[in-house]
T-cell receptor, first 115, second 112 residues
Framework: SAVISQKPSRDICQRGTSLTIQCQVD?????MFWYRQQPGQSLTLIAT?????????ESGFVIDKFPISRPNLTFSTLTVSNMSPEDSSIYLC????????????FGSGTQLSVL | AQSVTQLGSHVSVSEGALVLLRCNYS??????LFWYVQYPNQGLQLLLK??????LVKGINGFEAEFKKSETSFHLTKPSAHMSDAAEYFC??????????FGAGTRLAVHP
């Protein structure tokens, strides 16, 4: 299994500012996923981060708003830029379990509140 | 496009009672289906998954789910609820390599 450390665990931010969320995995993984869980809603995939290439964004998400870095096979960051109250969500990092047919491991998430 | 629908955003049961959480899926191809659980202030963890083969899948903590193609369902059950089962449960389908599409979630409350 993979152990995923995500930080910060929570933050309260002002409108118009940016927050960078870090995700550290205890093993090397090719793909890392960033999900958003808005209050009372399900998880939505923001993007897939592959080491050595640009992140692939899902419909409705753009790089200018959610820039992602993937400098190596164990680490990734997601930045929420120019925040508004609508960005208040839980942001989750996730990695696949090799050879287990789609099983994902999740970090404990970052609870973001934007005032 | 693949999707999942979870019926009931909140379910409340008594300790020792049957737990039934409903999930219906939409898929044009044979689906991979999952149930994840999220305990308070924790990340998601996999309860069980269906890929191919036996349609009754057993998972951790006494949970099981049955894949019914004719009903496009993958309901989660547990014969006897325990207080520690209180959590949010998510059904998910895999549309592509390692991507998951999640249902809206069902919050399970267990009362004495």
């Amino acid at each position: 299994s993979a152990v995923i450390s995500q930080k910060p665990s929570r933050d309260i931010c002002q409108r118009g500012t940016s927050l960078t969320i870090q995700c550290q995995v205890d093993s090397q993984v090719t793909m890392m996923f960033w999900y958003r869980q808005q209050p009372g809603q399900s998880l939505t995939l923001i993007a897939t981060a592959n080491q050595g290439s640009e992140a692939t964004y899902e419909s409705g998400f753009v790089i200018d708003k959610f820039p992602i870095s993937r400098p190596n096979l164990t680490f990734s960051t997601l930045t929420v830029s120019n925040m508004s109250p609508e960005d208040s969500s839980i942001y989750l990092c996730s990695v696949p379990s090799p050879g287990q047919g789609g099983k994902l491991f999740f970090g404990s998430g970052t609870q973001l509140s934007v005032l | 496009a693949q999707s999942v629908t979870q019926l009931g955003s909140h379910v409340s049961v008594s300790e020792g009672a049957l737990v039934l959480l409903r999930c219906n899926y939409s898929s044009s191809v044979p689906p991979y289906l999952f149930w994840y659980v999220q305990y308070p202030n924790q990340g998601l963890q996999l309860l069980l998954k269906y890929t191919t083969g036996a349609t009754l899948v057993k998972g951790i903590n006494g949970f099981e789910a049955e894949f019914k193609k004719s009903e496009t369902s993958f309901h989660l059950t547990k014969p006897s609820a325990h207080m520690s089962d209180a959590a949010e449960y998510f059904c998910a389908v895999r549309p592509g390599y390692n991507k998951l599409i999640f249902g809206a979630g069902t919050r399970l409350a267990v009362h004495p």
